[in-house]
Every structure is written in structure tokens, then in C-alpha cells.
């Protein structure tokens, strides 16, 4: 069994979220932002976390959050195209470009667990 590995060379970058539009700034706090602050959606563009090596490239909608004590909260996703399921650690804490908090308490209210 091979362990997880997050790569994050290369990858914090400013991107424009493919479901909403907003122009997406990296993250400030060392991190990589991988889904928009507003919306909460992401692209399927990792096979594993931070590698950006899968082809698919589909939107990625938010459906749902968990609370981890060690990781904070938890954006949960699956991929419109190929139905792939990931999960993204909200950056609530980001000075620049903070995640929605009141969309996160909404996706919070239909989480799917």
C-alpha cells in the first residue's frame, strides 16, 4: 500500500473558477488553494492530491463537510464528468481570499455522508 503524498511544488497558482467565474488568488498561508473561496467548487485535475496528473478535468461540485479536529473543515466533492469522489481542506483562514463561511454552513445543512 502506498502512502498519500501531497506535492505542492508548482501548484498554488491563481486560477478562474470554471463554475462561477471568480478569479481565484493563491493561497497565503504556505497551502495550495484547489477550489474556489466563493462557490466551493473544484476541478478533477489530481490523481493524487497536489499532482495535477489526471486527464479528466471535470468540475468538481461541493456535496458535502466534514469536521476534522486535526485538518478543521473538510470540503467534500464529486467530479460531474466521471463521478470521482475527493476531498479539499476549506481555507477559511486565508488572509487574501478566505472561503464563503455561509457556504459552507449551506453545504453543511445537505451534506451527504
Not at 477550489?35 to 468538481?60: E, F, I, K, N, Y
Not at 461541493?62 to 479539499?88: A, D, M
Request: aromatic share 4%.
Amino acid at each position: 500500500m502506498t502512502a498519500r503524498r501531497f506535492t505542492v511544488q508548482g501548484t498554488n497558482n491563481a486560477f478562474t473558477c470554471a463554475n462561477c467565474g471568480l478569479e481565484v488568488r493563491p493561497l497565503q498561508n504556505g497551502s495550495v488553494r484547489n477550489h474556489c473561496p466563493g462557490c466551493l467548487h473544484s476541478l478533477h485535475v489530481d490523481v493524487q492530491p497536489g499532482d495535477r496528473a489526471s486527464d479528466c478535468h471535470g468540475v468538481m461540485t461541493p456535496v458535502g463537510v466534514e469536521q476534522s479536529g486535526k485538518k478543521g473543515w473538510i470540503i467534500l466533492h464529486r467530479c460531474r464528468k466521471c463521478g470521482f469522489t475527493g476531498r479539499n481542506k476549506a481555507a477559511l483562514d486565508d488572509p487574501a481570499q478566505p472561503d464563503d463561511w455561509n457556504a459552507l454552513v449551506r453545504l453543511s445543512s445537505r451534506s451527504e455522508r
